[in-house]
């Protein structure tokens, strides 16, 4: 079993910055891709970035160039930096990984960009 805690969500205006964090836990060893996904309200669950274990990165076209994933391999913690943030970003953020054939989920943390 794998638990992952997410925090670092919040409302922020246009332009602004948040940081999102994910610390996975349980009977797991290195957890070699670690992600991130959101969905909007009446949206489809999209990927947002995703990172490996080599430092491998892969974003969204909608993010590039202001999102940053990051990851402390020793404590399988992922990060989200977000800046210049839009409001089209608002939705609930979640962090992914796969474990022994499994998917999880953590709990989703709400991005808002308003003014």
């Known amino acids: 079993q794998v638990q992952l805690v997410e925090s670092g969500g919040g409302l922020v205006q246009p332009g602004g910055s948040l940081r999102l964090s994910c610390a996975a836990s349980?009977?797991?060893?290195?957890?070699?891709?670690m992600a991130w996904y959101r969905q909007a309200p009446g949206k489809a669950r999209e990927l947002v970035a995703s990172?490996?274990?080599?430092?491998?990165?892969q974003y969204t076209d909608s993010v590039k160039g202001r999102f940053d994933i990051s990851r402390d391999n020793a404590k399988n913690t992922v990060y989200l930096q977000m800046n210049s943030l839009k409001p089209e970003d608002t939705a609930v953020y979640y962090c992914?990984?796969?474990?022994?054939?499994?998917?999880?989920w953590g709990q989703g943390t709400q991005v808002t960009v308003s003014s």
């Open positions: 992914n990984v796969n474990w022994s054939l499994r998917t999880y």
């Open positions: 349980g009977s797991i060893g290195s957890i070699y891709r």
């Open positions: 990172i490996t274990t080599d430092s491998i990165k």
